[in-house]
């Protein structure tokens, strides 16, 4: 029994190392762990690559975003904030969607990869070390006006949704609650959010002092769409508690190289909470 508990003991600790800023004095010599951009080995790309006929659908610009059309103020917005759970059968509207996205993981300004020509971001609407920003953003659809049920993925470079895979409308809220613990409410949002994460982005910069800075970006996102919830006059609540293989597998990445790190559903919320 003692060794059991001081296996667990020191699992905790090791656990917790994550935490931590580095302990220069106990990390292995720089040279063993040179990040793959001190090599000279080529960056990789800003956003998942997709194909050139893949269905595309037109957000709307951020530009048409303002204090009209989202009348509520920062301090409302961080007062009242608080997870959601009860959610009607009201849809989000596209512009409503449009401005989640935004505000989670919108571009603020890009650049141009001169070694190949294309557009990058540079920066967001959420920090991220060395502007990295290793995340991309799912969508399990089921309630947006003028949008068809599906799992779709932001493409904040060019401000659209790419169309992933069609879903079973009759059973997929059933799914989504299985897939969340047996939490009923996630199955009756308008959208259920998936953040993954691709390491490697942030590898190819920082190495092995990538897994600190990870778990906290994931954090500023989701913060946001909290607020930006509040702002519609929608419901959100975070979820950790999660089935990994079948969250990947559902919006079909590799659970390696990229993997769900955090998921949150939304929807409009009901008159009475």
Same mark, same amino acid.
């Given at each position: 029994m003692e060794t059991r508990k001081e296996y667990i003991k020191e699992l905790f600790k090791k656990n917790r190392s994550i935490l931590k800023a580095p302990d220069w004095a106990t990390m292995p010599p720089p040279e063993d762990w040179e990040s793959d951009q001190q090599k000279g080995v080529e960056e990789p790309p800003a956003q998942k690559v997709y194909a050139k006929d893949a269905q595309i659908t037109n957000l709307i610009p951020h530009t048409e975003f303002n204090s009209k059309n989202?009348?509520?103020?920062?301090?409302? %917005?961080? =007062?009242? !904030? !608080?997870?959601? !759970?009860?959610?009607?059968? *009201?849809?989000?509207t596209l512009k409503e969607l449009s401005f989640l996205l935004y505000t989670t993981q919108g571009v603020q300004k890009i650049g141009i990869d001169e070694r190949h020509g /294309? *557009?990058?971001? #540079? *920066?967001r609407t959420v920090p991220s070390g060395g502007s990295r920003h290793p995340f991309e953003t799912y969508l399990v659809v089921q309630r947006v006006e003028n949008l068809s049920p599906g799992i779709y993925r932001y493409l904040a470079i060019e401000e659209k949704l790419l169309f992933v895979k069609p879903i079973e409308e009759t059973t997929i809220g059933e799914t989504l609650s299985r897939f969340t613990n047996d939490q009923t409410f996630s199955g009756?949002?308008?959208?259920?959010?998936?953040? =993954?994460? =691709?390491?490697? !982005? =942030?590898?190819?910069r920082y190495s092995l002092i990538s897994y600190r800075t990870i778990p906290i970006e994931v954090g500023h996102i989701c /913060?946001?769409?909290? #607020? %930006?919830?509040? %702002?519609?006059?929608?419901?959100?609540?975070?979820?950790? %508690?999660?089935?990994q293989k079948g969250i990947d597998d559902l919006i079909g990445v590799d659970g390696e190289e990229e993997f769900a790190t955090y998921v949150a559903p939304v929807g409009k919320r009901k008159e009475k909470e």
């Open positions: 989202f009348p509520i103020s920062l301090i409302e %917005a961080i =007062t009242n !904030r !608080r997870s959601r !759970r009860n959610y009607s059968e *009201k849809p989000l /294309q *557009k990058r971001a #540079l *920066k009756r949002s308008a959208v259920f959010f998936i953040w =993954t994460v =691709t390491p490697y !982005r =942030t590898e190819w /913060q946001n769409l909290y #607020l %930006a919830c509040e %702002a519609i006059n929608a419901g959100m609540c975070a979820i950790l %508690a999660y089935d």
